[in-house]
């Protein structure tokens, strides 16, 4: 399998994105050992779940938009389409 470098400055608000999930994971752990509401716990979860999902996509994304520039530099890409979709396909 082709890898891509994972750089910041390359997938920015997925970073961001992840740090933030991290912090809600830290919260639905803690919840779950103060023994709080289902409801509450579930709800935190799903906001995890999501914020995961959406810097998947976003790295996906950044991924795109680089083997596109890559390729308009007149250069081979990292990465093909298929890999691309592959990957994407991976996260939904």
Do not use: Y
């Not at 933030?20 to 919260?27: I, M, N, P, S, V």
């Not at 530099?73 to 890999?83: A, I, L, R, V």
């Amino acid at each position: 399998m082709v890898t891509v470098e994972m750089k910041p400055e390359m997938v920015g608000d997925a970073l961001t994105r992840l740090k933030r999930a991290r912090g809600q994971l830290g919260g639905v752990i803690e919840a779950i050992e103060e023994g709080r509401d289902c409801a509450e716990v579930l709800t935190q979860l799903a906001a995890v779940s999501r914020a995961l999902d959406r810097a998947g996509f976003k790295i996906v994304a950044s991924g795109m938009r680089h083997c596109r520039q890559v390729e308009e530099d007149g250069e081979e890409p990292p990465m093909t389409e298929q890999e691309l979709e592959r990957l994407f396909l991976a996260l939904a």
